[in-house]
Structure formats: structure tokens, C-alpha cells
């Protein structure tokens, strides 16, 4: 079969697609296996309790804030989680206060849900929630920013393998 300039092109495209998508899901949840959760990549600004729940749950099917047993959990792990040494909140103690938690020492305290911290979003690590349809769209639009780029990274690499010397030879 003869290489078309066609199909360089095509296969110049199927690559620029994939790094598209590659890097679009660059920015996701992480899988901390110590403390069997999903942790969001990136702190929110520095804001009241209230206002980073609302964040949390922007983040997709299931994102809330940590709990107090998750937070010395992440705090063992806090480097390849790549968490900050400053103080994050923590989960709800009361209508008027919530833990925050120092990732410099590991200790926890109890703060005004009016005070400014940055939040480390979490979510349980699973396939469906516990109602069974609830959320799948987000769950299907989850996976599929994971399983299509790697799709067609297979596919580029598959090209590369069957047609990369004649692709080569072509553009010498």
C-alpha cells in the first residue's frame, strides 16, 4: 500500500487529538491508596467552609471534603499527593465550627466555618454510587476522559508500528 501524504496528514492529526486529550485530563482526581480515596490534584483558594463544599461538589459525583480520619491518612502520604504545608479544611464538627488540619505537623484543630482555608477535595473510590443510576453520566464522561486518549494513543502507536518507515522515507 502506498503512503499518501493523506495519511501522514491523518496521522498527524490522530496525534495532535491525543495530546489534546492527554493533557485535558492532566488536571484530575488522584488515587491515594493509603487512605483508599481519590484526591482532587489542585487546592481551591483559600476560602469559608461553606463556599468550598459548593467547590467540592462542582468537581464531579461525589467530591466533598475530607474527613478528619482521611486527612491523617493524606497527611502520611502528603508528598505524593504533593500537598502543601499549609492548613486545609477538614469536615463539618458543627453548625458553627469545622476541623482544619495543619499538613506542616499533622495536627487537627477546630475553626470557625467563617475562616479562610484552601480545601483538598476527595471522593470515594468507586465505579457507581450508591444508588445505582445516579450520577452516571458523570461516571461514563469520567472514564471516557481516561479511556479515549489512551484509545487513541494505541491507535497512533499501531500507525507508527505499521506505516513510520514509509511515512519516514517520504518525508526525506
Known amino acids: 500500500m502506498k503512503i499518501t501524504k493523506k495519511l501522514a496528514s491523518t496521522f498527524f492529526v490522530l496525534f495532535l487529538v491525543f495530546v489534546s486529550f492527554a493533557s485535558a485530563s492532566a488536571s484530575a482526581w488522584l488515587t491515594d491508596i493509603v487512605s483508599g480515596i481519590e484526591v482532587y490534584d489542585i487546592d481551591s483558594a483559600s476560602s469559608t467552609w461553606d463556599d468550598v463544599v459548593s467547590d467540592c461538589s462542582t468537581l464531579g459525583v461525589g467530591g466533598r471534603i475530607p474527613t478528619l480520619a482521611e486527612l491523617n491518612l493524606m497527611f502520611t502520604d502528603k508528598v505524593t499527593l504533593g500537598l502543601s ?6 469536615s463539618e464538627i458543627d453548625t ?18 467563617s475562616a479562610s482555608f484552601p480545601v483538598r ?20 464522561e469520567d472514564l471516557l476522559t481516561i479511556v479515549i486518549p489512551i484509545a487513541l494513543g494505541l491507535f497512533a502507536i499501531g500507525l507508527a508500528l505499521r506505516y513510520g518507515k514509509k511515512v519516514l522515507v517520504m518525508f526525506k
Open 85 to 90: 504545608d499549609i492548613t486545609y479544611w477538614g
Open 96 to 113: 458553627v465550627n469545622s476541623y482544619s488540619y495543619d499538613m506542616t505537623t499533622g495536627m487537627e484543630t477546630s475553626s470557625l466555618k
Open 121 to 140: 477535595c476527595v471522593r470515594n473510590i468507586q465505579l457507581f454510587e450508591t444508588s445505582q443510576f445516579s450520577g452516571i453520566a458523570s461516571q461514563v
